[in-house]
């Protein structure tokens, strides 16, 4: 259910300088499966769908761009005419990937580019050992959280969920449709910081963890149980330098006019068991890239 413009996150496309290694970690850790590969870019999906992450070939790693889902087709032209409004530069009038029927790119605030779809086109269930049901949500670290904040509530109709701090707040958590948040917005240095793939339980958070430890790599934190959200979660960081977060049990929201929850100075909102935080978690993460677009 959703009541805005947004439907639905849509994929992430992740600039990588070893695709490889990027698909390995996707696939052998993560457990999504390839779709597609052409052209030096690998489409991957946990969900029924053609793609829920791309990974392109590059000689740097970055973020290429953030997606979402229009509602229809009336709703693809309404926030194609207050981008337009608002003087966000589109830089693609057409898909620019494979698998997608109709939509638009733009550059939003600090060089994000945002890529909004309309008929993700639907694959055939694909037999898997693991892997998560399907890619959830997004957290990210503009410099300026206030201004993206207005950014995604004006333009692309998302709801703010809980407000992180009082008085000079630190953070926000968004939703465009039930989930408590499809996208979360941190205070920081411009950085995109993970993306989220919910899985069927617990259980599947220990065995990430299993799977790494076979590798010899280790889990960054978790599994937790986040304040806001509710969502029991644990993070791993992948070839490109990005995190990858895990999640289970999130907080559904049916009431669409809810107030936000808000979280005072000094409330341990990240963590409900303990208030650690890995050194240099927030850290991590990619710059966005919008060379692709130049």
């Not at 994000?112 to 050992?129: D, H, M, N, R, W």
Request: negative net charge; contains cysteine.
């Amino acid at each position: 259910m959703s009541w805005g413009a947004i439907s639905e996150m849509g994929p992430v496309s992740i600039r990588t300088s070893n695709l490889e290694q990027s698909v390995f970690d996707a696939t052998q850790i993560l457990g999504l499966h390839e779709t597609r590969r052409t052209g030096g870019v690998s489409y991957l999906a946990a969900a029924n769908v053609h793609h829920e992450l791309a990974y392109v070939e590059s000689d740097v790693d970055g973020l290429e761009a953030l997606g979402v889902i229009a509602a229809d087709g009336d709703a693809l032209k309404d926030v194609r005419r207050r981008v337009e409004d608002e003087g966000f530069r589109v830089v693609a009038e057409k898909p620019t990937g494979e698998g997608v029927e109709d939509g638009f790119t733009f550059i939003g605030p600090e060089g994000f580019a945002f890529e909004v779809s309309l008929g993700l086109q639907k694959e055939a269930p694909t037999p898997k050992g693991f892997g998560p049901n399907r890619y959830g949500h997004f957290n990210f670290h503009p410099q300026d959280h206030f201004g993206m904040v207005k950014f995604l509530t004006k333009v692309l109709d998302f709801r703010v969920s809980d407000v992180i701090g009082t008085g000079g707040s630190k953070g926000f958590f968004l939703r465009c449709n039930t989930e408590h948040h499809g996208i979360a917005v941190l205070q920081g240095r411009g950085t995109f910081h993970h993306h989220a793939w919910e899985v069927q339980s617990v259980s599947e958070l220990t065995k990430v963890g299993d799977r790494l430890h076979a590798l010899g790599r280790d889990l960054l934190w978790g599994p937790v149980r986040h304040g806001a959200g509710n969502n029991i979660a644990c993070y791993y960081q992948e070839h490109s330098g990005n995190v990858v977060e895990l999640y289970t049990d999130i907080e559904q929201i049916y009431d669409d006019n809810r107030e936000p929850v808000v979280w005072e100075d000094g409330e341990v909102w990240w963590n409900q068991w303990n208030d650690y935080v890995p050194e240099g978690f927030r850290a991590l993460g990619l710059a966005p890239t919008a060379s692709k677009y130049r």
